[in-house]
């Protein structure tokens, strides 16, 4: 992979872990908490679970597998299974939500499906050029 490529890639997870973050700081912000409960481990959690979604997505547009829809799920499969077991193993740092499969589901799920569309998208407009 070449240096563009990573620039791109790096660029790519900054933007959305910024994006994720400030979302989530603007939610907290509404519901009348001013500090983050689970502190700097919540932040580095995101992160990490962030960069196993990136990651499995960029592995997924590599594939030589010809329908995409298979492709993402190919991708997503194992994915979303590492990050429950990422969610799994923070639990013996400390107590688990009620919901952290639950949440980790919603927002892994949206997160790379929102990616799969623009990437769809993406390809549609540069088949069209070609």
């Known amino acids: ?5 990573w620039i791109r890639i790096v660029a790519i997870y900054s933007i959305i872990y910024t994006a994720v973050t400030l979302l989530n700081s603007i ?6 908490i001013y500090e983050d409960p689970s502190g700097n481990w ?3 959690d995101r992160a990490i679970i962030l ?11 590599a594939l030589p597998v010809k329908p995409l829809l298979l492709r993402y799920i190919i991708a997503y499969v194992p994915s979303q299974l590492l990050a429950f077991g990422y969610v799994w193993f923070s639990g013996l740092r400390e107590e688990l ?6 949440d980790i589901w919603i927002n892994f799920a949206s997160l790379f499906i929102l990616l799969c569309i623009v990437n769809t998208v993406i390809s549609i407009r540069k088949e069209k050029r070609e």
């Open 51 to 61: 960069l196993i979604g990136v990651t499995a997505f960029k592995l997924c547009t």
């Open 42 to 44: 919540h932040e580095l």
């Open 27 to 32: 939610l907290y912000l509404g519901k009348g």
């Open 1 to 5: 992979m070449n240096k563009k490529k």
């Open 97 to 102: 939500a009620k919901t952290a499969y639950r």
